[in-house]
Nanobody, 128 residues
C-alpha cells in the first residue's frame, strides 16, 4: 500500500511562485507513475503534470511553460514548481501515484482512473 502526502500549498499574488511536494511512502522499492491534478470549486478534477517511469514529463496546455514537475528518487518525493501563477490556477492540488501498466501506448496514463493512490490535497490560492 502506498501513501501519498502533499504539502506546500498556500496563498500568493498573481505572478508569484509556489513549490508543491508529494511524499510517497509504503513501497520504497517501487517505481511509480506520478501525477499532479487540481480541482477548482465547481469544476471537474483535471490533470496538470505527469512524470513517467522513464523520467519523461507531460503537461496540460494551461500550465505548459509555467509549471515543472520533477522527482527526487532518493527521497521518494515529487515536486511541482509553479511559476507565473494566475488566479485561474486557484484550486485544490492532488498528487497521485500508480504502478506502471502498459496501455498500448505508454506505461503511464494521464486520466484520473489511471491512478490508484491519491493524497488528500493541498490548497493553492492565487489573488489578482
Amino acid at each position: 500500500q502506498v501513501q501519498v502526502t502533499e504539502s506546500g500549498g498556500g496563498s500568493v499574488q498573481a505572478g508569484g511562485s509556489l513549490r508543491l511536494s508529494c511524499a510517497a511512502s509504503g513501497d520504497p522499492y517501487g517505481n511509480y507513475c506520478m501525477g499532479w491534478f487540481r480541482q477548482a470549486p465547481g469544476k471537474e478534477r483535471e490533470g496538470v503534470a505527469f512524470i513517467n517511469v522513464d523520467g519523461s514529463t507531460t503537461y496540460s496546455d494551461s500550465v505548459k511553460g509555467r509549471f515543472t514537475i520533477s522527482q527526487d528518487y532518493a527521497k521518494n518525493t515529487v515536486y511541482l514548481q509553479m511559476n507565473s501563477l494566475k488566479p485561474e490556477d486557484t484550486a485544490e492540488y492532488y498528487c497521485a501515484a500508480d504502478p506502471p501498466h502498459w496501455n498500448g501506448d505508454s506505461w503511464c496514463g494521464r486520466r484520473i482512473a489511471d491512478f490508484d493512490y491519491w493524497g488528500r490535497g493541498t490548497q493553492v490560492t492565487v489573488s489578482s
